[in-house]
Every structure is written in structure tokens, then in C-alpha cells.
């Protein structure tokens, strides 16, 4: 397959490494994914998921063709219209378009395959989003956005003190890493298309908690939402799985996973600023505090690491974009 330049229009891309083109020929659309650093995860894991979800009868890009060699695949274009610019753009009824979202979780979620063929033939099997991954990612947060603050005396014991009661809530955790996780199931990476939903930016996903991908799409960092509208949202997603879940465990383990999320996603905003110099994603930490402290407000389990917090980060700092 060529790449005609004069066909492809670059469009907007993501935090990850990968540049994404649209193409046109003859009044026909597709999306050019390009990738040379991290190349297996952000091409051949991509589409090996996609066709993981597409055989489970959920709306994901096609594979059109791929040209690995030369850092690319061509797939499916759904347009623009994700959820987060519908909203943006009032072109949408946030709570349907929210209870939409949790209807495609629920299909997700209902996933049994682990295993998928990619296009080099091999078979890749979904890991599982165990503690240690876990524990990994929340240390985002001390390794790039403290170490940012903090001075070089006091970090040291601080990276401590968070490990530990990181380690506590993990092992808190209440449900079984037993069902498919995208790992960012956020309004950016839903699209409608057709009148149906699908999902993009696919490749990061595990097999893990039914809590952690409904965290993610209602704590969302990307869209502001009050406690009311929230709410509304999470007891929908009970109400659909009333018959399957213990709801102490689930909100447990909810809250939990939102904490450590935001705490993960600070650091990777920090990241992308201080490393890749995408200084936009800066402001975005102020939110992603409050809906740490939402989660964290009169709950014991983590009132130790809100101490911890309150004495090293003011409400300055959380604020500074």
C-alpha cells in the first residue's frame, strides 16, 4: 500500500505516541495510524484488540490493511463526533449519552475471550491488571509530579509513605480481575457513529476489576461533572448489574480505583509536559485533585494518605496549572 500525501490530512491526535492522518479517495474515508516508538503496543496490540471487541460484536476500528514494516495501519474512520465533542459542543443529552457509554461497559464487560490472532499471526493474550501494574502506575504520581514539588530531602520518605498506603488500599481491593478492561473507557475515546457507540484507543487493555473502566468514565479528568450528575450515572451501571455485583465490594473498590487512577493520571500529565512538552494536559491536574478529594472526603480507608497529601501538596499547589 502507497501513501499518497496529497490524500491525507493530519487530525487531531492523543497523548500517545502515535500521528493520525485521514485519508480520502474517492469520497471515501479511512484513518492512517502511525507509529515508530512504542510500535507493537500503538499498531499491532491496537488492531489485535479491535478485533478482539469486533468478534464480540462491539463497534471498534477495522484493520483495512497494514504496512508494519513501514509504521503503519489503515482502519476504519468513525468520524469526529466523540462523546467528549458532542458534549463540548451541546450536540448531545449528557445523561443518555453517559447511559449509552455504561450500556457499551456492560457489553464489554461481558467479554469471555482473552485471546486474539494478530495480523503478523501470532496470538496475543490480554494480561492481567494485577497489583504490582497497579502499583507501577500510582507511582507515576511521586516520580514525576512530587519530584517536581518536593524537595530532594523530603521526597525520599514521602515516596515511602505513599507506597505504603497505595499497598494498603491494593490490598483492599475487593472483586476478581475477571473482565475486560479497556483502561481509558473515557468520552474521548467513545464516538458515535451510525447511531450506534464504538470505542477507540484500544491497545492498553487488560483483564481486570469490573470497577476500575466505570471509574474511569465517570471521574473523568477531561470532563467536569457535579456529584449529582455522578451519581445518577454510577447507580445506573448498579441498577443494569443488580443481579451480579455485592455493592459494598463494587463502590469499595470504585473509589479505590478512581483515587489511584487520578493520582496515576497526574503523574502522566506531569510526564507529558516535563518529557514530551505537551504543556496542555497541565491543565487538567487541578481537576484531577478535586475528584481525588471527592473520593477521599470523610472515608476512612483513606484517611492516612489524605493526611499524607494535606501536609506535602497545598491547596496552592493542587490549583497551579
Known amino acids: 500500500m502507497l501513501l499518497d500525501k496529497a490524500k491525507l490530512k493530519k487530525i487531531k491526535g492523543d497523548a500517545s505516541f502515535r500521528t493520525f492522518y485521514r485519508k480520502k479517495i474517492n469520497n471515501k474515508n479511512s484513518i492512517i495510524v502511525w507509529a515508530v516508538k512504542e510500535k507493537r503496543k500503538n499498531l499491532l496490540i491496537y488492531d489485535a484488540i479491535n478485533s478482539l471487541l469486533i468478534k464480540n460484536k462491539i463497534l471498534a476500528p477495522k484493520l483495512y490493511n497494514e504496512n508494519y514494516k513501514k509504521n503503519f495501519i489503515e482502519i476504519e474512520d468513525f468520524g469526529e463526533d466523540t462523546i467528549f465533542d458532542l458534549l463540548k459542543k451541546k450536540k448531545g443529552n449528557k445523561i443518555n449519552l453517559f447511559?449509552?457509554?455504561?450500556?457499551?461497559?456492560?457489553?464489554?464487560?461481558?467479554?469471555?475471550?482473552?485471546?486474539?490472532?494478530?495480523?503478523?499471526?501470532?496470538?496475543?493474550?490480554?494480561?492481567?491488571?494485577?497489583?504490582?501494574?497497579?502499583?507501577?502506575?500510582?507511582?507515576?504520581?511521586?516520580?514525576?509530579?512530587?519530584?517536581?514539588?518536593?524537595s530532594k530531602n523530603k521526597l525520599p520518605r514521602l515516596n515511602i509513605a505513599i507506597n505504603k498506603q497505595i499497598k494498603f488500599l491494593l490490598s483492599n481491593i475487593r472483586l476478581k480481575n475477571n473482565v475486560f478492561v479497556h483502561r481509558d473507557f473515557h468520552a474521548s475515546n467513545l464516538m458515535k457513529y451510525k447511531n450506534r457507540l464504538a470505542t477507540i484507543d484500544t491497545q492498553d487493555a487488560l483483564k481486570g476489576n469490573k470497577a476500575y473502566d466505570?471509574?474511569?468514565?465517570?471521574?473523568?479528568?477531561?470532563?467536569?461533572?457535579?456529584?449529582?450528575?455522578?451519581?445518577?450515572?454510577?447507580?445506573?451501571?448498579?441498577?443494569?448489574n443488580k443481579n451480579y455485583i455485592n455493592e459494598d465490594h463494587f463502590l469499595n473498590d470504585f473509589e479505590i480505583f478512581s483515587v489511584l487512577r487520578n493520582l496515576k493520571i497526574i503523574g502522566i500529565f506531569t510526564r507529558l509536559a516535563v518529557r514530551d512538552n505537551k504543556k496542555k494536559y497541565l491543565n487538567l491536574i487541578p481537576y484531577a485533585w478535586k475528584l481525588i478529594e471527592i473520593r477521599m472526603k470523610d472515608n476512612k480507608k483513606f484517611s492516612e494518605l489524605k493526611n499524607i497529601l494535606d501536609l506535602n501538596f497545598s491547596k496552592k499547589m493542587r490549583n497551579f496549572k
Open 99 to 150: 447511559k449509552r457509554s455504561v450500556d457499551l461497559l456492560n457489553k464489554i464487560q461481558e467479554i469471555k475471550q482473552n485471546k486474539i490472532r494478530t495480523f503478523e499471526g501470532k496470538i496475543y493474550k490480554l494480561s492481567i491488571y494485577d497489583d504490582k501494574k497497579l502499583l507501577s502506575e500510582a507511582k507515576l504520581f511521586v516520580n514525576w509530579y512530587a519530584k517536581k514539588i518536593i
Open 214 to 240: 466505570l471509574a474511569s468514565l465517570i471521574d473523568d479528568v477531561r470532563l467536569k461533572s457535579n456529584k449529582k450528575f455522578k451519581d445518577n450515572i454510577y447507580n445506573y451501571y448498579l441498577k443494569s
